[in-house]
């Protein structure tokens, strides 16, 4: 589903991403972690096409096509899709509006009709119930005047409307309290199928009790510089990451 | 004294040569009005960008004595209902039309209320002498502005609303003024809106042009909103960009009084909107609101003047802007708190989007405050689309342009929201849209009465 060769990129002339290499099949949940400032937050904003990253070296293929000749919009419309670290604020266009125009500029892209209003308000019910959501943020401008928890579960929300093929979640789970935390796992989990994949970006195992990663990585310095399964994570917050730091520091 | 600039003489010409036609058929309490505004207009001159509350919009290259004025050209010969065709059905409004500042007889709707006047100045004026008597030129500062001395010098028709004490008119009063012509034509357009004690109305002023003459418009409007009474204010203003217009908009509130005024300039060439009110018997409420959104080399000049005259009264200000291209704009915001006027909340706010870099505003609070009991607060912002927001929509699936457009939208959507009649909020909001996506027809601005023949009326 997802290749990453050899991913170089930088912003304001400083290489953050140092030649990253990763593949990601259908079914599978990969778990990235690492020390602050190794570069996770950087790889999910260049994988999405946030402008802010210059990418300098190397390539990313998606479902076989050039990810990184695509356009923001058109890397959701293929299927991928980002859980913001920070969902950003903006007051006046409504949950709805929000939720229908990106609906629907994806049916378009993909050549299908747009959903009538009462399917359409249909199928946000359904969701809603799916990651467990208070009606009441829907109703709301989008993320104005959430709390910190409303707004990842305002995330999670989207993502189970809009049913991407790769989720990217990034540190969906710092800040988070148990409640919301669980909530965020369990509406991953329900969404999981063999034929989408999800990489979760956290610094923490915490969340990792609760979504069953296939493997975990660790990303230090722009490079990814251990992969394993599940047993990688608990070592982490055992040892925490200062051995990582020894056994790589230049 | 600044003598008077060169130009302006060919408008006192003007007046000079043609005051018998002007005031033969004008009440004699209008008439008596010419002489003190020709004496101030002679010190004031139409005001250039010397003059500091005309610091960002010179009129003296526009208000000349070159075009064809209104009172010999008389505006329209024809009938009405040839240019326009309203569906009688779905008009839920008294509905007015003025071609040229002048009323046009015959296109009153609706059945009003007992007691409650609607029509045209130059007649209304000479058979209602007490109302005149009592506020013509006595709310719109004659002496201190030129533009407002130089309306009273022509001054000749214009809408005549009268609602007496305790009347509601629940259905809007919808003034539809519609420029037209094959010759480029001034317009000196006379109102007077009397609401008396708690009485109540809507009235909505839809701005148009129909051909592409140059239209160069001076309208001056006096409200009087007596105690405990009600004025929602709609102006819609859908000109060419050939219009020069300049819109002075003049309230006087007495106590427990309420206005709702907002402003919407979806399409001009240059406009001018001087709204002052004088908030002058206690537990007065006032409402002002206004959205421009402008491109190509339009501009748009907001000058308001909140004069908080007594204790205990509260006024809101919030003017927005949207500017594309090259387009300017202007806004100023004073607030005067008398020394008296304890316990005054005012507050202010102007908050701008500026497009591209050739775009220009000047946005400047003037808050004179006298008393020491008071609560004020003005804000300006001018600044870019957030680039956050944008990503954050485009990682969503929707384009670039859409998500533009959904920006802008949430942008103005706060002024829109201020709209007290729920049919008009959502027509207001789509024409909003309509601009945003580049579709707005010029005939859309007849929001109410929206049923308008094709063929019979052509829009520029």
Redesign the interface.
Known sequence: MLKIKDLHAKIDGKEILRGINLEVKAGEIHAIMGPNGSGKSTLAAVL????AFEVNEGEVEFNGEDLLDM???D???EGLF?S?QY??E????SMT??MR??LN??KK?KGEEPLSASDFLKLMRDRKKLVDIDSDLTNR??NEGFSGGEKKKNEIF?MAM?DPKLAILDETDSGLDIDALRIVANGVNKLKRSDNATILITHYQRLLDYIEPDYVHVLYKGRIVKSAGKELARELEEKGYDWIKKEFEE | MVKIAEQDTSLLNLFNESRSLIEKDSSPLVNQWRTKAEEAFKQLGIPSNKVEAYKYTNLQPWFKAQYAYSFSENGYQGKIDEIFKCDVESMESHTVFMVNGKFIPGSNGNVLPQGVVIGSFSELAKKHSLIIEKYYSKIAPVTEDGMVALNTMFANDGIFIHVPAGKVVEKPIQIVNILTGEKDLMVNQRNLIVIEENAQARVLFCDHTLTQSRFVINSVTEAQIDATANLDFYNIQNQHNGTIQVGGYYFNQEKQSVLNANYFTLHTGIARNNIFARLGGEHAENHISGLYLIDKNQHVDNFSYINHAVPDCESNELFKGVMDDASTGAFTGRILVAKDAQRTNAYQSNNNLLLTENAKMNTRPQLEIYADDVKCSHGATVGQLDDNALFYLRARGISKEEANILLRFAFAYEVIEKIQMPELKEQIRELVEKRFRGELDKCDSCVVCGQVDKNAMRCV
């Not at chain 1, 999405?48 to 402008?51: H, I, L, Y």
């Open positions: 999405t096409g946030n402008e356009a923001p919009e890397r959701a419309r980002l913001f969902p950003v903006i007051p006046g266009v509006n929000f125009t990106a500029e994806q892209h401008s989008v989207q809009l």
